[in-house]
């Protein structure tokens, strides 16, 4: 599944927690890795909810906790420059 759709989908930052015993992007496809202390943030575009919700799904399924999940609002949007939208805290 392609979840990488650029222009077309919406784009995220996703901070999770947790032991890789894999490579991530072997699982995430289309999206840049980074790791901030004991975090890897992951960013970059869904399609849809649908596609974001798979995402969340494989990162539950590796292992991974969900610390922070952030969509990135455009400048140009109509609500204005709100660039990151409020996290999801789950501390």
């Keep these: 599944m392609d979840i990488n759709q650029g222009e077309l989908g919406e784009e995220y930052i996703i901070k999770v927690r947790g032991r890789l015993v894999c490579n991530l992007k ?30 969340l799904e494989r990162l539950f399924m590796l292992g991974l906790e969900l610390d922070a999940l952030e969509r990135i609002i455009p400048q140009n949007h109509p609500w204005g420059v709100m660039t990151p939208s409020p996290p999801i805290d789950n501390g």
Excluded at 40 to 54: N, Q, R, Y
């Design 26 to 55: 072997d699982y995430i496809e289309g999206f840049s890795i980074e790791t901030q202390g004991d975090q890897i943030v992951l960013t970059g575009s869904v399609v849809d909810h649908s596609a974001l919700m798979g995402l």
